[in-house]
């Protein structure tokens, strides 16, 4: 095997994650880009993900949902709609 290197800029901080989770896969980041490169060889297909930023509106909703939890501040679990739209209208 003829090996080359390749040399690209990353965040400090993606890199780090990025081989956190490399190394709880048993691998390393060269393995896994090196498959990944052949991936987009073998499908000719570049997949690209990128998670949305939650806006700040979501992420206090969100935080509030999670303080109701763990406070218990919980509606019932309802077997059906009847049920539920009865508890509603109490």
């Known amino acids: 095997m003829n090996n080359t290197v390749i040399s690209v800029k990353v965040d400090k ?8 989770v ?18 987009i060889i073998a499908t000719r297909h570049i997949d690209i993900y990128s998670p949305e930023q939650m806006s700040p509106n979501l992420e206090k909703l ?3 949902l999670e303080t109701d939890l763990k406070k218990g501040n919980i509606s019932s679990k309802y077997s059906n709609v009847d049920d539920f739209i009865a508890d509603l209208k109490n």
């Open 62 to 64: 969100i935080s509030k």
């Open 22 to 39: 490399a190394k709880s896969a048993g691998l390393n980041l060269s393995t896994i880009i090196n498959s990944y490169l052949r991936q």
């Open 13 to 20: 901080n993606v890199k780090k994650s990025a081989q956190e």
